[in-house]
T-cell receptor, first 113, second 110 residues
Framework: DARVTQTPRHKVTEMGQEVTMRCQPILGHNTVFWYRQTMMQGLELLAYFRNRAPLDDSGMPKDRFSAEMPDATLATLKIQPSEPRDSAVYFC???????????FGPGTRLTVT | QKEVEQNSGPLSVPEGAIASLNCTYSDRGSQSFFWYRQYSGKSPELIMSIYSNGDKEDGRFTAQLNKASQYVSLLIRDSQPSDSATYLCAVMSGTYKYIFGTGTRLKVLA
């Protein structure tokens, strides 16, 4: 049963600390997305990769967020320094091609105090 | 105007009834449309995709698309309490931009 995996599932950290979230997409999927979900904003697209190349990160605060895909089995989202307003659930999703449905990981619930 | 709009609900229907969930979108060039179900505290789960005008049925679910009216809907027949969740509409805008609505919360009353 192929699934997107994410680690950690929960993270509590203090303001100013670095946070790194990891995602393993479904093997063979060539598109990877990072989303952030809050009650107020819903699901916001942060970054998009196709064949490991970053094609869109316009949804990310550039001064503190960075997303990378060092290989086909790992995508990372880093926040440095973290702020309380970054508290949210961060989802990774992967898919086969443009125009097809995406499959979400379980999410990382981030709390910044 | 939001790119993808949904009524936040909650939409309450009795068990066994048809639940009708609606979504409108602003990009007339959108080609791909999806419905996701999200249980509280869980991640979104893809349940339906639709690409051409008309109806697409999958079990108790029917997706309906009307591109002229920029409208997509999801019908759930014989609603069950286990269908209680938030339903998210997603629209592919451009070559890859995947825009979600804020979701409609459905409550099926036993």
């Amino acid at each position: 049963d192929a699934r997107v995996t994410q680690t950690p599932r929960h993270k509590v950290t203090e303001m100013g600390q670095e946070v790194t979230m990891r995602c393993q997409p479904i093997l063979g999927h060539n598109t990877v997305f990072w989303y952030r979900q809050t009650m107020m904003q819903g699901l916001e697209l942060l970054a998009y990769f196709r064949n490991r190349a970053p094609l869109d990160d316009s949804g990310m605060p550039k001064d503190r967020f960075s997303a990378e895909m060092p290989d086909a089995t790992l995508a990372t989202l880093k926040i440095q320094p973290s702020e309380p307003r970054d508290s949210a659930v961060y989802f990774c999703a992967s898919g086969l091609e443009q125009g097809t449905g995406k499959y979400f990981g379980p999410g990382t619930r981030l709390t910044v105090t | 105007q939001k790119e993808v709009e949904q009524n936040s609900g909650p939409l309450s229907v009795p068990e066994g009834a048809i639940a009708s969930l609606n979504c409108t979108y602003s990009d007339r060039g959108s080609q791909s449309f999806f419905w996701y179900r999200q249980y509280s505290g869980k991640s979104p789960e893809l349940i339906m995709s639709i690409y051409s005008n008309g109806d697409k049925e999958d079990g108790r679910f029917t997706a309906q698309l009307n591109k002229a009216s920029q409208y997509v809907s999801l019908l759930i027949r014989d609603s069950q309490p286990s269908d209680s969740a938030t339903y998210l509409c997603a629209v592919m805008s451009g070559t890859y931009k995947y825009i979600f609505g804020t979701g409609t919360r459905l409550k099926v009353l036993a």
